[in-house]
């Protein structure tokens, strides 16, 4: 199509414009966040606010990693989300394959009641969840967190790789079973090794989600040995003094390994995004 | 024992010599034994809790106390407790105008990054990463800007005098409820634009030109031939969202923790309160109960829209 001269111009200034605006927007709380973990103290209640550290100082990061307890929460962490990518990705793929590929009776039922459980809020869950935890004696352990944000993951990866080995050819299935593999040695010798890409999707969804999660941290673990570090910065906030140094240099420290993964893995992220969800 | 790396040469190798017999196993019992782990996660961690929370909900359990049945007392204590009723209306209003500037906002900001520019790629993701930031972190990111003495806006306001007083955004309550808002949006934006950037992409293109050879403008365009094709993911991403946004416990807890006098409680935040800070779990669990008629009509509603999808 051809635009006149003064029609693109005014198009350009547009798109722009809102480009500007957008990127504003999206950019300027991370960059607040990031200017403050860098001033001191002084610096950080000033008025009017600089908009550049005037002394750059690390001097936040270093009471945040060596004198408070945050980097054990971020191990916690850490350790509860491996945990939780490891067995979601383990019984996701177990559960996706039968319902992507296999005739049995209960297959639709399946498939409607994991899109349900994908979509059920936690926040409905969080009180029965605890008593079923106390009842198991793991309330305020790693374990009894990971069997927590199973109820999440699980559904999630499995739907998701449901799609995702749908679009694996059947073909490669009846291939292997001819030459007499089994259901379970088709799974992990023919189609894992070929979804390895979706796995991989799926398993940074769940770290993610793990990483980020704060209601059941907040609920279920309390003791240092647990806790995660979402929970963790809230028992700082919600002290009647706000360390914004050191709260600020903490955050940037928990988004490092999400904006790592992020980088990494947007392209597969934003398409698996959107074959997960709605497939067009 | 040798791993295959790469798969198609895989086929190569001769099937092990066990194999064979095992054959002869009926499939659908080898399906029912590939879904036992998640049926065991979905019966002890979903189903169990759920049947749990609601029966709970009919008794006055607390944290030390197993708890009579009371029968619907918890629902009518909570059907007159302005505490409630404020918390279920601050639910609707929040959900519904979060979701409603997401969907507009989602869409102009993928109409504009749908256009041709460069660096299109490191500009969406930059304008993806309030997505990729942990809630938590966005949470107190907007707690601090939101700082009514030391905040960023607050003297931006008072600067550019905007206002003559300061404002106090998270401690007036009729402010702080846009204030958790304004930080919902933040975070929830980059999905709703995910999500529409991608149903743009596979707008078949001739049906706008059609229509531009016809004499249709941009605006009509939009209207008439994009707005209608994305019909189907404009649903689901709603729906989707709102069920999230519902959820954003953390925002509200670590803004405002529903003060000023609890009149900022969400739902889930009330929960939390009566259930957990003050070990009333009866409560608690009525409180959610009262929410689950309108999730299960969401999640059916929404479970038969992706299921279809997946099929087609």
């Not at chain 1, 004696?137 to 449901?162: E, H, N, Q, R, S």
């Not at chain 1, 749908?166 to 030459?179: F, K, M, N, Q, V």
């Not at chain 2, 800007?145 to 955004?169: A, C, K, M, N, T």
Request: glycine share 6%; charged share 10%.
């Amino acid at each position: 199509m051809v635009e006149r001269p003064r029609t693109k111009m005014v198009r350009r200034c547009i798109v722009a414009f809102g480009l500007v605006l957008a990127l504003f927007w999206s950019l300027a709380p991370v960059y607040w966040v990031v200017v403050t973990s860098l001033k001191t103290s002084s610096e950080i209640y000033a008025l009017p606010p600089t908009l550049f550290p005037h002394h750059l100082t690390f001097e936040n990061y270093r009471v945040a990693l060596f004198e408070s307890d945050f980097l054990r929460f971020v191990l916690n962490s850490a350790l509860v989300a491996l945990g939780v990518t490891v067995v979601s990705a383990i019984i996701g793929a177990l559960a996706a394959y039968p319902v992507a590929r296999m005739r049995f009776k209960g297959r639709m039922t399946s498939a409607r009641l994991i899109v349900m459980a994908y979509l059920l809020p936690p926040s409905l869950l969080f009180i029965p969840l605890f008593l079923v935890l106390q009842h198991l004696g793991l309330v305020d352990t790693k374990t009894g967190l990971i069997l927590a944000y199973l109820t999440f993951t699980v559904p999630f990866c499995t739907w998701m790789l449901i799609g995702y080995f749908g679009t694996i050819p059947a073909e490669l299935d009846e291939a292997a079973r001819i030459d007499g593999a089994s259901r379970l040695q088709t799974l992990s010798k023919v189609i894992l090794p070929i979804a390895t890409p979706g796995i991989t999707v799926v398993g940074l969804f769940a770290f993610t989600h793990a990483w980020n999660e704060f209601l059941y941290a907040l609920v279920y673990v309390y003791s240092k040995d647990s806790k995660t570090f979402t929970a963790g910065l809230s028992g700082l906030v919600m002290g009647d003094t706000f360390i914004w140094g050191q709260l600020m240099a903490s955050s940037v420290i928990a988004i490092v390994p999400i904006l790592i993964i992020y980088i990494a893995a947007q392209k597969y992220i934003v398409e698996g995004l959107a074959a997960g969800s709605v497939k067009g | 024992m040798a791993r295959l790396s790469s798969l198609p040469d895989g086929f190569d190798s001769p099937p092990m010599p066990t194999a064979k017999r095992r054959r002869t196993r009926p499939d659908w019992l080898v399906a029912y034994v590939f879904l036992a782990p998640i049926a065991a996660v979905f019966a002890a961690f979903i189903a169990y809790p759920l049947a749990d929370g609601i029966s709970t909900a009919f008794t006055d359990r607390a944290i030390a106390h197993a708890g009579n049945f009371v029968g619907l007392q918890n629902f009518v204590t909570l059907f007159n407790d302005p505490e409630f009723l404020r918390a279920a209306w601050n639910s609707l209003t929040l959900t519904t105008g979060v979701v409603t500037i997401k969907m507009v906002l989602g869409m102009a900001s993928a109409v504009l990054l749908s256009q041709t520019m460069p660096c299109r790629g490191l500009i969406r993701s930059l304008a993806f990463l309030p997505w990729a930031v942990p809630g938590m972190i966005a949470a107190l990111a907007w707690k601090w800007i939101f700082d009514e003495q030391s905040g960023v806006l607050q003297s931006l306001v008072l600067q550019l005098g905007l206002s003559d007083r300061p404002v106090y955004w998270l401690s007036d309550p009729h402010v702080a409820m846009f204030s958790i808002a304004l930080a919902m949006i933040w975070q929830g934006l980059p999905f709703f634009t995910m999500m529409f950037l991608a149903a743009l992409a596979s707008i078949p293109s001739d049906l706008n030109e059609a229509a531009a050879i016809d004499g249709a403008g941009p605006i009509r365009r939009f209207f008439c031939i994009t707005l209608p094709q994305m019909r189907g993911v404009i649903a689901v991403t709603a729906m989707l969202s709102a069920i999230w946004t519902f959820n954003s416990f953390h925002m509200v807890f670590v803004l405002t923790g529903g003060g000023p006098a609890g009149r900022t409680h969400i739902l889930p935040t009330l929960a939390y309160e009566y259930g957990i800070a003050q070990s009333r779990l009866g409560m608690g669990s009525a409180v959610l109960v009262s929410v689950i008629p309108v999730f299960v009509i969401l999640i059916v509603l929404l479970t038969g829209r992706m299921l279809r999808q997946d099929e087609a």
